[in-house]
Nanobody
Framework: VQLQESGPGLVKPSQTLSLTCTVS????????WSWIRQPPGKGLEWMGA???????AYSPFLRSRTFISRDTTKNQFTLQLSSVIPEDTAVYYC?????????WGQGTQVTVSS
């Protein structure tokens, strides 16, 4: 199973960050799929997930700014983080699998800066 994140590496403050995770060799209609980020010098932070049935769950700290959706025809799931600030600068990972974190993308650096 392979996961690949894609999206812009630079986002301006107040804009919306959008990332897509393309999943290969399994269907996203199986299992749960999450977005996790790691700011520079800090630990991993779980942002939210979309389940096999399409339900979503979000970190209470990011709930008001986060939206996760999926396109089952493309086997992709997407993260949208609105009103970004410089503190949203991080490496963003997509992950998922039978026990939620079995498979990981390589991560993509997103910098929030004007």
């Amino acid at each position: 199973v392979q996961l690949q994140e894609s999206g812009p590496g630079l986002v301006k403050p107040s804009q919306t960050l959008s990332l897509t995770c393309t999943v290969s060799d399994t269907s996203i209609t199986y299992d749960a799929w999450s977005w996790i980020r790691q700011p520079p010098g800090k630990g991993l932070e779980w942002m939210g997930a979309i389940t096999s049935s399409g339900g979503t769950a979000y970190s209470p700290f990011l709930r008001s700014r986060t939206f996760i959706s999926r396109d089952t025809t493309k086997n992709q799931f997407t993260l949208q983080l609105s009103s970004v600030i410089p503190e949203d600068t991080a490496v963003y990972y997509c992950t998922g699998g039978p026990t939620w974190y079995n498979y990981w993308g390589q991560g993509t650096q997103v910098t929030v800066s004007s």
